[in-house]
């Protein structure tokens, strides 16, 4: 493909959706800065003045494609809430192959760079805003005796979710979700209201 002269965001659009297609076509291991430029009529100079590792590349054309969860459910159950709000976290990088994170964090362990933009990436998709304000409201309906937990708790829902979808690939199923919710999350935050869904009954 020949290079075509375009500047700032049109040119970043074409990179990044370049990147995205090579990522879902091709997976993480085959992502190359000459591929990505070959496919958006650029070069690989160009390419390196904005994202200098190949980790940082797609990490940028991930969250452009499936950008972090924002929106704090309120059902009116804690229970309930943290389902929806995991949820949102899936079908949010649910177009994110899980051998693409995978590939990621694999990186990590030979480049700091690596490691630095995905701590990033990590840390802006881990929305502990709005685990807070979901604790926040369950305290206000004497769910939980307090909303003041530590920050690695307000992050471990989402990481859980994360390895899931990293170990098992996407979509992350319901019944994982709600394991999350129940076997982890729920007694954790110290939920006193509600109960969990009875288990279905042995066979026979």
């Given at each position: 493909?020949?290079?075509?002269?375009?500047?700032?965001?049109?040119?970043?659009d074409?990179?990044l959706g370049?990147?995205?297609?090579?990522l879902?076509?091709?997976?993480?291991a085959?992502?190359?800065?000459e591929?990505?430029a070959?496919?958006?009529?650029?070069?690989?100079?160009?390419?390196?003045?904005?994202?200098?590792?190949?980790?940082?590349l797609?990490?940028?054309?991930?969250?452009?494609?499936?950008?972090?969860?924002?929106?704090?459910p309120?059902?009116?159950?804690?229970r309930?809430?943290?389902?929806?709000?995991?949820?949102?976290?899936?079908?949010?990088f649910?177009?994110?192959r899980?051998?693409?994170?995978?590939?990621?964090?694999?990186?990590?362990?030979?480049?700091?760079d690596?490691?630095?933009?995905?701590r990033?990436?990590?840390?802006?998709s881990?929305?502990?805003?709005?685990?807070?304000?979901i604790?926040?409201?369950?305290?206000?309906?004497g769910?939980?005796?307090?909303?003041?937990?530590?920050?690695?708790?307000?992050r471990?829902?989402?990481?859980?979710v994360?390895?899931?979808a990293?170990?098992?690939?996407l979509?992350?199923?319901?019944?994982?979700?709600?394991?999350?919710?129940?076997?982890?999350?729920?007694?954790l935050?110290g939920h006193?209201?509600?109960?969990?869904?009875a288990?279905?009954?042995?066979?026979?």
């Amino acid at each position: 493909m020949t290079a075509t002269r375009r500047r700032g965001q049109r040119l970043d659009d074409a990179i990044l959706g370049a990147t995205w297609q090579i990522l879902q076509e091709a997976g993480y291991a085959r992502l190359t800065f000459e591929a990505v430029a070959a496919l958006a009529g650029t070069s690989r100079p160009v390419l390196n003045r904005r994202w200098p590792t190949r980790a940082e590349l797609a990490l940028a054309a991930m969250e452009r494609a499936a950008p972090p969860v924002v929106a704090a459910p309120d059902t009116g159950s804690l229970r309930s809430d943290l389902v929806e709000l995991l949820r949102q976290a899936v079908n949010g990088f649910g177009a994110v192959r899980g051998e693409v994170l995978a590939g990621l964090l694999a990186e990590t362990a030979r480049d700091p760079d690596a490691t630095a933009a995905v701590r990033a990436w990590i840390a802006r998709s881990t929305t502990g805003d709005t685990m807070a304000a979901i604790l926040a409201g369950a305290a206000e309906r004497g769910e939980i005796r307090t909303a003041d937990v530590p920050a690695r708790v307000l992050r471990l829902p989402f990481d859980l979710v994360r390895n899931e979808a990293i170990r098992y690939g996407l979509p992350v199923a319901d019944d994982a979700i709600a394991s999350i919710v129940d076997d982890v999350v729920l007694p954790l935050v110290g939920h006193t209201c509600g109960e969990r869904p009875a288990a279905a009954p042995p066979p026979g």
